[in-house]
């Protein structure tokens, strides 16, 4: 991770630390275990959130058009990032409509506990 990037994610860190009512829908803090971790975040996934975030498609279908995937498999991996509130899928008459509700997803890649996040906040 480049310092930019590390910078950025401490300087938000500490805002959500210091007014965390000004953030509880903005971010999403996962606490993951290695199988976890390597289930959710496989190369599609991450690239049905990112279609999602850029192209906000208005339903699955069209979703999977843009990824040029089967629309059942583009489902099973949506409700599997709905499970972790990494997607929100809404049902609107006959169309699901999957989107992205958070702007900064936050995956620890240790184990830390909260008197340490303390620490790395302080920093």
Same mark, same amino acid.
């Given at each position: 991770?480049? *310092? !930019?990037? /590390?910078? *950025?994610? =401490?300087?938000? #860190?500490?805002? $959500? /630390?210091?007014?965390?009512?000004?953030?509880?829908?903005?971010?999403? #803090?996962?606490?993951?275990?290695?199988? !976890?971790?390597?289930?959710?975040?496989?190369? +599609?996934?991450?690239?049905?959130?990112?279609?999602?975030? !850029? +192209?906000?498609?208005?339903?699955?279908?069209?979703?999977?058009?843009?990824?040029?995937?089967?629309?059942?498999? $583009? #489902?099973?991996?949506?409700?599997?990032?709905? =499970?972790?509130?990494?997607? =929100?899928?809404?049902? +609107? *008459? +006959?169309?699901?409509?999957?989107?992205?509700? @958070?702007? $900064?997803?936050? $995956?620890?890649?240790? @184990?830390?506990?909260? =008197?340490?996040?303390?620490?790395?906040?302080?920093?």
């Amino acid at each position: 991770m480049n *310092g !930019e990037r /590390w910078k *950025g994610i =401490k300087a938000y #860190l500490a805002q $959500v /630390w210091d007014s965390p009512s000004k953030y509880p829908d903005k971010a999403l #803090l996962l606490s993951l275990d290695e199988k !976890e971790m390597s289930q959710i975040f496989t190369k +599609k996934r991450l690239e049905l959130v990112r279609i999602l975030w !850029e +192209k906000k498609p208005k339903n699955a279908t069209e979703l999977s058009k843009h990824a040029k995937r089967k629309l059942s498999a $583009v #489902l099973r991996d949506l409700s599997l990032l709905e =499970k972790f509130h990494i997607v =929100k899928m809404e049902k +609107k *008459g +006959k169309n699901i409509v999957p989107r992205v509700e @958070k702007s $900064v997803l936050i $995956v620890p890649l240790v @184990k830390i506990k909260a =008197k340490e996040i303390a620490k790395i906040v302080a920093r």
